[in-house]
């Protein structure tokens, strides 16, 4: 393997870059190979063209063919190819080109990737990011537009992540990428190039422990808990409940597997109301999972039932009628309303 | 219709003994098969008799056997053989959950395992107990898979060797991005190659050819040039089902389809193994790779111990392919060729014995594991949420008193 090749994009030691979610990841993923000649990024189409979202633009022109791999088509074989690179040395970083379309890859990801370290009783170590674009409203085709993570979430062994901010995009993929365990990174796609969410990252800053939730808005009538692209919609609901004098609490999750729920907690112990949303249908969902352990631990906080705003428990319609399925301001509004009608 | 247990075993007084005699079409067929010999492109170097043929393009594999390493052959046959006879009785008796006999490919485990360098990689399924033992493992480091107290606990760095891998064919896969990794890394070619260079072999089976993960693996290695043997023993039954089922084409052929050389030897040949597997391994150091191997053997015994052959093949078959046995025909070319008198072949089955005594006494002390076990390197990184259930777990326990559980 040649030497880390010097990226084109300069780095200021004290630079402050104002992001897209889309520009962030690329960033960060630039800087990670930089950081690690052994880190690889592999999947489809993600050399020349840069990924058909065009996070890994760049990269294969600055860091080469053997860092930047435009693989046949077949996830099984991304995944599985991948585990063998870690199990040589390598920090394989694998693109799912859409989240509908990992599921040839879940034979790997479930039976080798989650399991190779507790088989081994920590001999062998599988440092595998996976990265993939998830979540609706982008008016696609069917299987471009779903929230699989709790299928993962629910595996030992996985650890799971969402972002939902260009900060976090930047310095999550890298601690994910420098991460011991595989971990599973949901990006929300269609935010990638959102002009709104553009955000300064300061690159020269401490980040915040990659597993770990954030309160991103103190409010004491009722919590709202998100993650990926259902933070901007709370956030947003959040902005309008105050204009009618009512003070949401907003927490993104960051973190779906481990959960990090200390803050849920205390946050409901406050409010005394919680209100999930995530764009998965509800049945045996991460959602389900925040309702369970906030009722075992705030069962006497608790002023109202833990509600739940999500996709329904139907595949994901055609996007014709995404606007339907998707949680949306009014949706999460209503759920407030009704918590606080209780 | 009868069963195939009525035919091959009649109950006395179940029937009239023409109908219980009468063979399905099915068994018919299925007899027919153990004449099987190959084909006329089958490698082979000792025949089933003993006889050394000679092969211009492999005789010069095996220049370096003398009769000294062909005894050694033997007895690394002879002792995984009888390892496996032990392991598999002890299942029997309810000391292992379950047991995957090697039996009948002893030759293409071992004739393959010792084609390798130490630096060389390998990936087993989960029956290559010959394998692991020509890449030092010791064979009693299997038993913790089979009796259930851990899922593989071989240092895999050190051996080379990589953990067992149960689900069909995913071992494929990772094979070829390790050997891809082989070829990043630069170790692929060049002037020092036999020094220097190294190799990956992946074993799987003629059940695993249907796999997508197989299918993937074949694209991957070739695309990438990957320095990977793929080393296919076909030993004509994937559990109940005959390669039949899983190809219409002999398995070292659709090599052609991936583009790369695709070749099939006598399983059941030590020598013809060993060399072809060393000409596939250079051939790949050398980054001509990937190359199909297409071991032609038969599973002598079971699937695994739960399982009951009776009910799909004839014995027949077995008793056919007892005249191709690995073992035997090492034995009578030795003999033949006063290689080895009946002193040795008393010493390696005494030794084998022992080996065998060994593995039993091993397996009767084995320890169980802890509780706590339950919960160890499900992560790398420390796991607050399992350290939590952990030690919920281990309270509640403790909550029943001391010595018990």
Known sequence: ?342 | MPSPEQWTRPEPGAGPAATAAEPTPEQVIAGLRATTEGGAELTQLLTPEGERVSSAMFDPYVADIDAEALRGLYRDMVLVRRADREANAMQRQGQLGIWVPLLGQEAAQVGSGRALKPRDMAFPSYREHGVAYTRGVDFRELLGIFRCTDHGGWDFQQHRFHPYTIVIGNQVLNAAGYAMGQKFDGKVGGADADETAEATICYFGDGATSQGDVHEGFVWAAVYDAPLVFFCQNNQWAISEPTERQSRLPLYQRARGYGFPGIRVDGNDVLGCLAVTRWALEECRHGNGPVLIEAFTYRMDAHTTTDDPTRYRLSDELEVWKHKDPIERVRVHLARTGSADQEFFDEVQAEADRFAAELRDYCFNMPEPPPERVFANVYAEPSPVLEAQREEYLSYLAGFGAGEH
Not at chain 1, 49 to 72: A, M, S
Request: charged share 25%.
């Open chain 1, 1 to 342: 393997m040649a030497a880390p090749v010097k990226s084109t994009v300069d780095t200021p030691t004290s630079s402050v870059q104002n992001l897209t979610i889309g520009k962030a990841l690329n960033l960060g993923l630039r800087r990670a190979m930089e950081a690690d000649d052994k880190v690889i990024v592999m999947g489809e189409d993600v050399g020349k063209l840069g990924g058909v979202f065009r996070i890994t633009d760049g990269l294969q022109k600055d860091f080469g063919e053997h860092r930047v791999l435009d693989t046949p088509l077949a996830e099984s074989g991304i995944i599985g190819t991948a585990v063998g690179l870690a199990v040589r040395g390598y920090r394989p970083v694998c693109e799912i080109q859409f989240e509908g379309f990992i599921f040839p890859g879940f034979d790997q990801i479930s039976s080798q990737v989650a399991k190779l370290h507790y088989r081994t009783q920590g001999k062998v170590k599988v440092p595998i990011v996976i990265r993939v674009p998830f979540g609706g409203g982008i008016g696609a085709v069917e299987h471009h537009s779903e929230s699989p993570e709790s299928l993962f979430s629910h595996i030992a062994g996985l650890k799971v992540v969402s972002c939902s901010n260009p900060v976090d995009a930047y310095w999550m993929i890298q601690q994910a990428i420098s991460a011991d365990d595989p971990v599973l990174f949901f990006e929300p796609k269609r935010l990638y190039h959102s002009g709104a969410l553009k955000a300064p990252v300061e690159t020269a800053a401490t980040p915040d422990p990659l597993f770990a939730s954030r309160v991103l808005r103190r409010g004491d009538a009722a919590t709202l808990v998100a993650y990926g692209p259902s933070v901007k919609v709370c956030l947003d609901a959040a902005t309008a409940a105050e204009e009618e004098g009512r003070s949401l609490e907003v927490i993104d999750l960051r973190t779906l597997s481990p959960l990090d729920l200390e803050p849920v907690f205390e946050s409901v112990r406050r409010t005394g109301r919680l209100i999930t949303v995530s764009e998965a249908s509800a049945e045996s969902s991460l959602t389900s999972e925040i309702a369970a352990r906030v009722q075992q631990e705030c069962f006497y906080s608790l002023e109202a039932p833990v509600l739940r705003v999500t996709g329904f428990d139907t595949p994901y319609p055609p996007s014709k009628l995404e606007e339907h399925f998707l949680p949306d301001l009014d949706r999460v509004l209503h759920a407030v309303d009704r918590a606080l009608d209780w």
